[in-house]
């Protein structure tokens, strides 16, 4: 069976390589001009680190991670209120997983060298599909037919759009956000730093291994298209909305300033697909169900992984492998896509009582007891067992 995979980032890659596992032919394109590097961290919780393991990925993910040591909550004067560390916990704030973006998704890519197909530089622009394949035309002209068609592109997916068109939703989430990389200093250490500060602002600096930190900004806002704008006008936005904030805000604005493309700037949303599949064409990763929600790349794996396993299972009949696929994901991923009642707004106070009230949140979940607590919680979902992926 020939499937055409759309999207190289991490869940189009991840398919491929399962897909090529479990004997088809599948082919990776990507709109870029070149594999992507850049990014901020990505962790892998649960589910995903099981989908690691019997895959034969774990240990070559585990040697690249960042080495963050656990994650310590800031106010705007630099001090430490509330620290909690990794210490074998898997999936507190800073996970037993956190890797770069952009290495995730060359293990994978190299995981499939030589295998895969790779095409770069090119997208899809219409498709046509019947009982026996999809039929399926590029940007640059090629016209060509598949078995199947995997569409595991980013939220706003235009290819999606040509199969589900006016069945996708997003939900706002109120939140502007801009992520960056900066030059590391001689005090930054192992820790990921996050201040709150009141007026419904964040900021963040994350260690990486390569020499360099991971920057973030976020602040509540009304949609007002920032997120469209060029990058100079971004940025002054930023530095508008942060004047003041004290902490190391000045160092991340001017290391925004001085990496311009590595930095990006978006608004966030949370995408609903009410089915992901028609036909012979599924969607998989953040096209799917992506959102802020922390679990992104966790479901990315996962979603790959029962993907490529149910085809597996029935390579004859790929529009039932499709049903159980969406049969066996439909309550983690609507349990994950259910945010806290006011998130992101809680996260982010306005006023310094709101700033107070989630110090205090910081706090007790930094206690031992909140941990052990954490740490009891039952696994998510139970994988089924697919042999010719192991």
């Known amino acids: 069976m020939r499937v055409l995979v759309t999207g190289g980032s991490i869940a189009g890659p991840a398919v491929a390589w399962q897909l090529h596992r479990a004997g088809f032919t599948p082919t990776l394109l990507e709109r870029a001009p070149e594999p992507r590097g850049a990014g901020q961290n990505v962790d892998i919780r649960g589910a995903g680190r099981d989908v690691l393991r019997r895959t034969g990925m774990y240990e070559r993910v585990a040697a690249a991670v960042t080495g963050e040591t656990g994650t310590r909550f800031l106010r705007p004067d630099g001090s430490v209120y509330a620290s909690i560390p990794v210490h074998g916990r898997p999936d507190g704030p800073t996970a037993e997983l956190e890797i770069l973006r952009g290495e995730l998704s060359r293990l994978l890519l190299e995981a499939t060298a030589g295998k895969v197909e790779h095409r770069y530089g090119d997208r899809l622009v219409h498709l046509t599909q019947d009982e026996r394949g999809v039929g399926v035309v590029t940007e640059t002209g090629r016209e060509e037919r598949y078995d199947m068609l995997v569409i595991a592109e980013g939220r706003r997916s235009s290819t999606r759009d040509l199969v589900f068109g006016a069945e996708v939703t997003y939900r706002d989430l109120g939140e502007y956000v801009a992520y960056g990389t900066v030059d590391r200093a001689a005090d930054d250490d192992g820790w990921w730093h996050w201040m709150t500060a009141t007026d419904g602002r964040i900021a963040s600096l994350r260690p990486d291994n390569v020499g360099t930190a991971r920057a973030a900004l976020g602040f509540l806002a009304p949609p007002m298209g920032l997120n469209r704008l060029d990058t100079a006008t971004q940025l002054r936005v930023l530095r508008e909305r942060f004047a ?11 290391g925004f300033a001085a990496r311009p493309r590595e930095f990006y700037f978006e608004r966030a949303e949370q995408v609903f697909v009410p089915r992901w599949s028609h036909g012979r064409v599924a969607v998989v990763g953040d096209a799917a169900w992506g959102g802020p929600t922390g679990m992104g790349t966790t479901l990315a794996l996962l979603g790959a992984h029962v993907l490529a396993g149910e085809l597996a299972r029935a390579p004859h009949d790929p529009p039932a492998a499709l049903r159980a696929y969406e049969t066996l994901l439909l309550s983690y991923v609507t349990k994950t896509q259910r945010l806290p009642p006011g998130v992101p707004a809680v996260a982010l106070p306005r006023t310094r009582r709101g700033l107070t009230m989630l110090h205090g949140l910081h706090r ?18 139970g994988l089924p067992d697919y042999p010719a992926l192991d």
């Not at 007790?364 to 979902?381: K, N, S, V």
């Open 364 to 381: 007790l979940a930094a206690t031992r007891a909140f941990r052990r607590l954490a740490d009891r919680a039952p696994a998510p979902i």
């Open 244 to 254: 003041g904030v004290g902490w190391k805000v000045p160092r991340i604005l001017d």
